[in-house]
Structures are given as C-alpha cells and as structure tokens.
C-alpha cells in the first residue's frame, strides 16, 4: 500500500513538473513566434525605406503626398543648361504649377494634376523634399514658410528638343534621341501634344482624345518596327552563320504557301550581296533570310534585346515591345516578322537604345532622363549611378555598324550621309492597315563626330517611307548635336 502511495505522490510531485516544462514550452515559442513577427517587421520597414517608400509617397492616391505639399514648395524641373521646365508659382495666393516651354516638352516633363504624368510623376518624391540649407529651413520654420523642394536637373538638351519637336511638324508620332555614350536622353517629343498648363481646364477633352493626346508616343506608343527590324534580323542571321557576302537573288517578290511579299514600291534588286540586300532593304533577301533561320532564333536574339520586357530606363511608365513568333507559326508570318510586319510591336525608346548599343560595341549604357538632384540653391543632392548591359558581342555590333553604314553611304538612307560627321542608319517603311498605301515613316541610327556619339529614332505616322520623311529629321538632329 505505501509503495503505491508513494507512486502516487511521486506522480503527483512530477505532473507540476511536467506542466511547468510544457508552460515553459509555449511561452518559449511564443517568445520566438513574437521575434520572428518583429524580424519580419523590422525587415518590411527596412525593404520598405530602401524600396517601396518611393513608389508609396509618388502614388498620387497617398493622402501623405498632400501632407508633403503642405510643407515643402515642389522643386523645379530644368533641362540639362539650367533652362527652367516646370516650377511652382503663386497666382492669385495660389500656388500653380507653370511650364514656361510648354507644348515642347509637354509628354517628357508631364504635368502634376489629374494623376500626374511623365517626370512630374515619377520624381514627385524628390522634388517634395527640401535639401535647403539648415538656417534657411529653421528661418522658414520659425516663419511658418514652406522649405523649398529640391530641383531635378534632367539630361534634356534644349537645342535638341527644339529640333525634334519643330522637326515633326503637325505629323503624329515621336522622336527620341540619347547620347550614346553615357545613356543620357537627350531630347524625347511625342505629337500630337497638349499645353501642360491647361490640362486641368481642358482634361475633359484630352483625356477622351482619339488621337490619344496624352500618350507619350517616345515610351508607350507600340508601332510595328517595319524595315528596322531588320537590324536585328541581320543580327540573327549573322548568330546562325550568315555573312555579309551571301547572295540573294530579288525578282521584286518572293512566295511561299500562297503568301507573297514584295520590296517596296515595286523595285527589283537583281542578284546582291547580304550587304547590299541590307542597304536596299530588300524584303525577298530578307524573307529568305527569315525562312533560313532556324525555328526560334529570331525570338531569341528579340529576347537579348529587351523585347516582352520591361526595358531598362528610369522612365517609369513605359510600354514593352512585342515579339510573338512561335515555332508552330507558318511561313507566310515567319517572312513578316523577319521584315518587320507580322505582330512585331516596339516603342520609339526602345529602337534608340537598340542603336546605342550597336554603337557602343554591344553595351547599353541605361538611359536616364534624371541626370541629378540640386537643392534649390544648386548644390547637389543625388548625382545618377550610371549601369551598362551587354546586349550582343563586340564583333557583332562592329559587323552591325557596317551594315548601318552601308545603308547611309550606298542604301535607303543616304540622306542623313554627311561630311562633317559619320552617320549609321536603317529607314523602315512600316505598313499598318490593309491601305498599303499607308505607311509609318521610320529612321533608327546613330552618328558620331570626334568623341560625340549620339543615337535617334524618328517615326512619323502615316507619313510613307523613311527615307522622306523620318530620315531627314534624324538628318537635323545629328547637325543640331554635332556641328
Ligand atoms: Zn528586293
């Protein structure tokens, strides 16, 4: 009997024991379940500072935004001399927002009402912080005065824009222009444009335009790359054993499976060198070419180059080119795509930066409109951290340049040729409804004069070939840089 007892109480002493153990148990998983909670706090808000804040403080919706407007006058936009592109002003006792070049850079710069747009939108965030020297805010302070914002100072090139915008006379489409060398935008102008200080009065009417008015044709507008495309094209075909002295024999047209195509505006080339077919973009070399290539190539040397991506820049708000040809599609939209018709859509930003990395030996420098950030007495806040990619080999882009070069000295686009300076181009003519009398007027090149090196695209809708129309605007853009 007292054995049992004692078992008994043995038992008894040890089940507090065994509870106090499992007690202990739980409030130690708590404790760690509680520290896991608070890492995974600490790492939100430090992901958040580092990442997110940005996009949370440009978000127009943020409620907070108007609390920074409350505090701090929205700093400046300036072009890359100092010209003033937007500021801040006070009508009336009302600050409004004022665009001294107006309708000019009107997509580029955008405007801060109504969802805001362009630079306006996407370095809101900086301009509504005031780097103002630390007297000056505690002076603002004790006089209950707004700080002033810090200025953007963008890449833009006055002169350029001028150009380019002036250059596309009332024709609908865009033109967009980098420097080669280091990324920098130089000058991007979409038509039909809109005066940024009116779109509040007049947003009803812009915002239900047909013409799209408010798209920034530079970054969003997809258009079919027609002949541009066969820059890359010929990249393909170089990557899949091609050479420059291949032959191709052109009758004018070339069918295959009920479906023909022919070069443009009825020419025949005759018997010419892959060279040669480039610089006269002969659409029967270049739909051989297409149908030569094995099954997926094009699509890949597309995918190297940023196509159903989005593209590396730090303008925000841009669409991604379109390549769509699968391996399963006929002949007939395997012949298209390879002369640039098909599904093929791409941005004018994006033909640019493809001209850049040809010129500069296969790298991409990332272009970027935001060249610094200055408080309002100039002094810097935040230079640019420039990033390069590597988009084809060096020897791939050198062969490129011959065959740009070839087009401006013996093909398509020997109006932009030049003797105060060496110029690389393709035109492209680019079909886009069943009227083939319509056509969008392309150019993509680039051209240098001593260490200067600058790329363009130019496309004009509805304007027919390239040659007339975009070619002689990418003509004056080279001037306009490199005189
Ligand atoms: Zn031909």
């Not at 002036?166 to 130089?186: E, F, N, Q, R, W």
């Not at 069918?255 to 006269?280: D, K, M, P």
């Not at 950030?373 to 806040?381: D, K, P, T, W």
């Not at 680039?446 to 695209?457: D, N, P, R, Y």
Request: one cysteine or more.
């Amino acid at each position: 009997m007292s054995q049992k007892r004692d078992t008994r109480r043995r038992r008894e002493q040890e089940e507090p024991d065994n509870k106090r153990h499992s007690l202990n148990t739980e409030a130690g998983i708590a404790a760690y379940m509680f520290l896991i909670l608070f890492l995974l706090l600490v790492g939100y808000f430090i992901y958040f500072m580092a990442f997110k804040s940005e996009d949370f403080i440009n978000n127009p919706a943020n409620p907070r935004v108007k609390g920074f407007e409350k505090l701090v006058v929205r700093g400046e936009i300036k072009a890359n001399d100092g010209t003033v592109l937007a500021r801040t002003i006070t009508r009336n006792g009302k600050e409004v927002r004022e665009y001294p070049k107006g309708r000019e850079y009107a997509h580029v710069v955008g405007f801060n009402s109504n969802g805001m747009s362009g630079i306006e939108s996407d370095k809101s965030f900086y301009m509504l912080r005031s780097h103002a020297f630390i007297l000056e805010r505690i002076m603002n302070d004790l006089k209950e005065q707004k700080n002033p914002g810090d200025n953007i100072v963008t890449t833009l090139d006055s002169r350029l824009q001028q150009s380019a915008y002036y250059g596309m006379g009332s024709y609908k489409g865009a033109c967009v222009a980098i420097d080669a060398d280091t990324g920098a935008i130089l000058a991007m102008v979409s038509k039909p444009d809109f005066d940024p200080n009116t779109v509040d009065q007049e947003w009803k009417s812009l915002s239900k335009s047909e013409d799209s008015v408010l798209l920034n044709r530079a970054s969003q507008g997809l258009y079919p790359p027609g002949s541009t495309f066969k820059i890359l094209t010929a990249l393909s075909f170089l990557k899949n054993g091609g050479s420059l002295s291949d032959t191709f024999d052109c009758n004018g047209s070339y069918s295959t499976g009920g479906y023909t195509i022919h070069c443009y505006g009825g020419e025949v080339h005759g018997r010419q060198t892959f060279l040669q077919a480039f610089g006269n973009s002969c659409n029967v070399a270049f739909s051989q070419v297409g149908l030569s290539l094995p099954k997926g190539a094009l699509k890949s040397t597309a995918d190297e180059f940023y196509f159903n991506q989005k593209l590396p820049t730090d303008i925000l708000n841009v669409k991604q080119s379109r390549f769509t040809l699968k391996a399963s599609d006929d002949d007939a939209l395997v012949m298209q795509t390879a002369i640039g018709q098909g599904n093929t859509l791409v941005t004018p930003l994006h033909m640019a930066m493809i001209c850049e990395a040809v010129a500069n030996d296969g790298v991409l420098k990332k272009p970027y409109v935001c060249d610094h950030i200055e408080n309002n007495r100039g002094s810097l806040v935040r230079g640019h951290v420039s990033s390069e990619l590597r988009l084809c080999s060096a020897s791939e882009a050198k062969t490129l340049r011959r065959l740009m070069r070839y087009v401006v000295t013996n093909g398509t686009g020997r109006v932009v040729n030049s003797s105060s300076y060496t110029a690389y181009g393709k035109t492209g003519t680019a079909e886009f409804s069943e009227d083939k009398s319509k056509a969008h007027s392309w150019f993509v090149g680039f051209a240098k004069k001593g260490k200067k090196k600058i790329a363009v695209a130019v496309i004009m809708e509805g304007a027919g070939a390239g040659s007339s129309h975009a070619a002689p605007l990418a003509r004056k853009m080279f001037e306009t840089y490199l005189r």
